[in-house]
């Protein structure tokens, strides 16, 4: 997966293999998830927790490596920010 930003005063480009993304979510606060709950509301909320997240990426890796140079994210703002994640 690939992450670019683009603003006035930023630009970078940041490589970020899928495979660490399970690895990534093993880090995430459980007071992250808490307050997701909150705002989702039901019945949503329930369903809103780190072993689900887990598992929907090691259910959808394949998929991801499958698309792999699809963009999922494209956005221009009026100000020249630019914002691109490609998997």
Excluded: Q, Y
Excluded at 44 to 64: P, Q, S
Excluded at 70 to 82: I, N, Q, R, S
């Amino acid at each position: 997966m690939k992450i670019k930003v683009r603003s006035e005063r930023t630009r970078f480009s940041i490589a970020v293999p899928t495979s660490m993304a399970a690895w990534a979510v093993k880090r995430i606060p459980d007071s992250v998830f808490e307050r997701a709950r909150k705002k989702a509301g039901e019945p949503f909320a329930r369903h809103m927790t780190k072993e689900n997240l887990r598992l929907i990426l090691a259910e959808c890796g394949d998929v991801l490596k499958e698309n792999k140079g699809l963009e999922v994210v494209h956005v221009e703002a009026a100000d020249g920010t630019f914002v691109s994640i490609i998997l």
